[in-house]
């Protein structure tokens, strides 16, 4: 369970989160929608703490997120996180990309790496270098590297915005896969028609507040909010 | 015609025209005399040698440490780093490895010339590798970081296992220049009166009267050292496509 409370984040004199409140409860998926800057990364961000809230707490199965507390290593272990630009480590190939983080923990596991690869579709990639990956292999690989530390959440930002288009479909369908097995997620996203389908949640924001939240049918088809019809219709 | 092929027959045509123009000047040549001190010449090599890879390796040790000190979270260690890298590089070689020799030393009680010079150029060194290594660290993305954290991995793990190794191969080229530097900074460790190459090809030519070749043969020792390193240098670059495209060739 992932909970926000009055999270405030500020830049300087730009508010990037203002007072945000919200529960996303275990095995639940929340897309997190909204125009470009209005604070769907940097909410993201706060729950393995890559983000420090200016003031509010996040809690994570009611452990507080503090990055300089010395379990925050494993909170974070806690959270798979997949990232617009994937951040794969150039210098390993995926099968090691996925089995670092758990070998230096202590519990590598070269066969459950190569099952993560299997389950995201790209099996056939594990000694490749990320380089030789196109943008949706890059993406799956990374999706299976935050599985790897079996994690109780995961977040994605905007994992599919750095794609070519034909790529989407796939990156979504491990998604998909991954929300109908129960993980929890919170997902920051363009990608309308995959909010609808896959969320139970939609959130929607805008300058770093949370205007509206409901099931994907009350927010696109009955939004309640003048602002929240405004950007869908942009969208849409 | 390839572009090796010109550059070789350039570099050949001009050292042709130099040796003729040296020849044929009103200077009489004898290499005689410089000759018969070869030994001298030998063992200043070897000094030479020690004494840059000596301190060449701590500077690599010590350098490490200037650059973890100026990234480090501790305001007082990134100042200690700071006020370190400004003294060695605000102030002539020269100067330190004398205050090092005649000032330092004396009083710790030490009298080995090498010993004091090579440290000297390992400390001096260590300034310019740590900015070596600071930059290196500094070069890996953002992203990089923050995908090894938030799978966990402590300050020290995303160190050792996602940034040095990047890091690392970026370092590479600017390292081998800061040896082939050293190389030639070691001459100055000759104000001190350790008998490396300089030293020598100072008292050949004193005990000779042949300066001119005499400082002739120690340059083209230098050189027999420092042109196989750049060459090395080059090529490691290419390899590790370091080089990156500019668009130079489009002014």
Same mark, same amino acid.
């Given at each position: 369970?992932?909970?926000f409370r009055d999270v ?8 990037a989160l203002?007072d945000v ?8 998926v929340?897309a997190v929608?909204?125009p ?5 990364s940097?909410? /993201? ?12 707490e ?5 452990? /507080?997120v503090?990055a300089?507390?010395?379990d925050i290593?494993?909170?974070?272990t806690?959270?798979g996180?997949v990232?617009?630009h ?5 210098h390993?190939t995926?099968l ?6 758990p070998?230096l ?7 459950n790496?190569?099952a993560?690869l299997?389950r995201v579709?790209v ?5 490749v270098y990320?380089?030789?990956l196109s ?6 690989v990374?999706?299976?590297?935050a /599985? $790897?530390?079996?994690?109780?959440a995961? /977040?994605?930002?905007?994992p599919?915005?750095?794609l ?5 479909g796939?990156?979504?369908?491990a ?5 109908e097995e129960g993980m929890?997620?919170?997902?920051a996203?363009?990608?309308m028609?995959?909010a609808?389908e896959? $969320?139970?949640?939609?959130?929607f924001?805008?300058e770093?507040?949370?205007?509206e ?14 602002r ?5 219709a942009?969208?849409? | 015609?390839?572009e *090796?092929t010109t *550059?070789? @027959?350039?570099?050949?045509?001009l @050292? ?5 123009a040296l020849?044929?000047s ?5 290499f005689e005399?410089t000759?018969r001190y070869?030994?001298l010449?030998g063992?200043?090599?070897?000094k030479t ?11 690599l040790i010590?350098?490490?440490g !200037?650059?973890l000190?100026r ?6 260690l990134r100042h200690?780093?700071? @006020?370190?890298?400004? #003294?060695?590089?605000?102030t002539?070689? &020269?100067? %330190?490895?004398?205050?090092a020799?005649?000032?330092?030393a004396? &009083?710790?009680?030490v009298d080995d010339?090498f010993l004091v010079?090579?440290?000297? #150029?390992?400390?001096f060194?260590a300034?310019?590798?740590?900015e070596?290594? *600071?930059?290196g660290?500094e070069?890996?993305e *953002?992203g990089?970081?923050?995908?090894? =954290?938030?799978?966990?991995?402590t300050?020290n %793990?995303? &160190?050792?296992?996602?940034v040095?190794p990047?890091?690392?191969?970026r370092m590479?080229?600017?390292?081998t +220049?800061?040896?082939?530097? &050293?190389t030639k900074e070691?001459?100055l460790?000759?104000?001190? +009166? ?5 030293s020598a090809a =100072?008292? !050949?030519?004193a ?6 070749e005499?400082? #002739? ?5 230098y050189?027999?050292?420092?042109i196989p390193l750049?060459?090395?240098?080059? =090529?490691?670059?290419?390899?590790? +496509?370091?080089?990156?495209r500019?668009?130079v060739?489009?002014l």
């Amino acid at each position: 369970m992932i909970e926000f409370r009055d999270v405030c984040k500020y830049y300087g004199d730009v508010v990037a989160l203002d007072d945000v409140t919200l529960t996303v409860e275990q095995g639940e998926v929340v897309a997190v929608i909204g125009p470009s800057g209005s604070g769907k990364s940097t909410l /993201l961000r706060c729950v393995n703490a890559l983000e420090t809230p200016s003031a509010g707490e996040v809690f994570l199965d009611g452990r /507080l997120v503090d990055a300089t507390h010395k379990d925050i290593d494993e909170i974070r272990t806690d959270v798979g996180m997949v990232f617009q630009h994937f951040h794969l480590f150039p210098h390993l190939t995926a099968l090691r990309n996925v089995m670092l983080a758990p070998e230096l923990k202590g519990r590598g596991d070269e066969d459950n790496a190569r099952a993560l690869l299997e389950r995201v579709g790209v099996a056939d990639k594990a000694d490749v270098y990320p380089d030789m990956l196109s943008g949706g292999q890059k993406q799956r690989v990374a999706i299976a590297r935050a /599985l $790897a530390m079996d994690p109780r959440a995961m /977040l994605f930002d905007e994992p599919t915005s750095a794609l070519d288009p034909e790529m989407v479909g796939e990156v979504l369908g491990a998604m998909h896969d991954l929300a109908e097995e129960g993980m929890t997620m919170m997902i920051a996203t363009h990608e309308m028609g995959f909010a609808r389908e896959a $969320a139970h949640r939609v959130v929607f924001m805008d300058e770093g507040k949370i205007v509206e939240v409901g099931t994907p049918d009350e927010i696109f088809d009955n939004a309640q909010r003048e602002r929240t019809r405004a950007f869908l219709a942009k969208v849409l | 015609m390839g572009e *090796r092929t010109t *550059r070789l @027959l350039i570099t050949v045509g001009l @050292l042709g025209a130099l040796v003729a123009a040296l020849a044929t000047s009103p200077y009489e040549w004898d290499f005689e005399p410089t000759w018969r001190y070869r030994k001298l010449y030998g063992n200043g090599l070897l000094k030479t040698l020690g004494a840059t890879g000596i301190a060449f390796t701590v500077g690599l040790i010590v350098g490490v440490g !200037v650059a973890l000190a100026r990234l480090s979270k501790q305001l007082w260690l990134r100042h200690i780093g700071d @006020l370190y890298v400004e #003294l060695i590089r605000g102030t002539p070689f &020269l100067v %330190q490895i004398m205050i090092a020799y005649f000032g330092i030393a004396p &009083l710790i009680g030490v009298d080995d010339k090498f010993l004091v010079g090579t440290f000297a #150029l390992g400390a001096f060194a260590a300034a310019y590798m740590g900015e070596i290594f *600071r930059a290196g660290i500094e070069s890996v993305e *953002r992203g990089q970081f923050e995908a090894a =954290r938030s799978l966990g991995m402590t300050s020290n %793990q995303t &160190l050792r296992h996602i940034v040095l190794p990047q890091a690392f191969k970026r370092m590479i080229p600017p390292l081998t +220049g800061e040896l082939i530097a &050293l190389t030639k900074e070691s001459s100055l460790l000759f104000a001190i +009166g350790v008998m490396e190459m300089m030293s020598a090809a =100072r008292q !050949v030519g004193a005990d000779t009267y042949r300066n001119f070749e005499a400082l #002739l043969v120690v340059a083209a020792l230098y050189l027999s050292i420092t042109i196989p390193l750049s060459l090395l240098a080059r =090529r490691l670059e290419r390899k590790m +496509g370091t080089a990156s495209r500019t668009g130079v060739e489009l002014l």
